[in-house]
């Protein structure tokens, strides 16, 4: 089985601050993972993948994400948060390449307040 | 591009009440979804039909059913709405097996009284 914990529902920071949302995953196979980003009363976008290419993700809006095996962490960061950052954002975790997108997991979620 | 796009935005029902909520996608993707999103509790999977013809029950399917229409469409219908069924439910689609990435609608409010 596989899942995804997100840890912290809401996260709070200063607009120019670090932002830090933290995911980590439980999988049995080599996974894949993903961050999406949901803005109020839209859809849910992709932010940014792992498929075991690089460790090191980066995605839009500045964001980036870091594969860590040992520590079973997939952690979002961006260096300055701004205003337009808040939103609900969702770690997702799949089967890696034997998968398909029926077989993804989400977490619960992390809300991200931007402070002025 | 449109991506995916769902229809109705929003929809109060009264118990019992039936209807469908429409889907349909422009990428020319093998595979589509419904999600619904409940507070707290991220995304559940309800039905997916991994490719034209084709329909599965996914982990929430109780209380609704499915019809992949052509491709394009894939809609969610239920048939006696019950409180518990109030959520925001998100359509998607993938390329299809070995593609595990989603791309979501924009969303249908539902609240049933």
């Known amino acids: 089985a596989q899942s995804v914990t997100q840890l912290g529902s809401h996260v709070s920071v200063s607009e120019g601050a670090l932002v830090l949302l933290r995911c980590n995953y439980s999988s049995s196979v080599p996974p894949y993972l993903f961050w999406y980003v949901q803005y109020p009363n839209q859809g849910l976008q992709l932010l940014l993948k792992y498929t075991s290419a690089a460790t090191l993700v980066k995605g839009i809006n500045g964001f980036e994400a870091e594969f860590k095996k040992s520590e079973t962490s997939f952690h979002l960061t961006k260096p300055s948060a701004h205003m337009s950052d808040a939103a609900e954002y969702f770690c997702?975790?799949?089967?890696?390449?034997?998968?398909?997108?029926?077989?993804?997991?989400f977490g619960s979620g992390t809300q991200l307040t931007v402070l002025p | 591009n449109a991506g995916v796009t769902q229809t109705p935005k929003f929809q109060v029902l009264k118990t019992g009440q039936s209807m469908t909520l429409q889907c349909a996608q422009d990428?020319?993707?093998?595979?589509m979804y419904w999600y619904r999103q409940d507070p707290g509790m991220g995304l559940r999977l309800i039905y997916y039909?991994?490719?034209?013809?084709?329909?599965d029950k996914g982990e929430v399917p109780n209380g609704y059913n499915v019809s992949r229409l052509n491709k394009r469409e894939f809609s969610l219908r239920l048939e006696s709405a019950a409180p518990s069924q109030t959520s925001v439910y998100f359509c998607a689609s993938s390329e299809g097996v070995g593609r595990t990435e989603a791309f979501f609608g924009q969303g249908t409010r539902l609240t049933v009284v």
């Open positions: 990428m020319n993707h093998n595979s």
């Open positions: 039909s991994a490719s034209e013809g084709t329909t």
């Open positions: 997702a975790i799949n089967r890696g390449s034997s998968g398909s997108a029926r077989q993804l997991t």
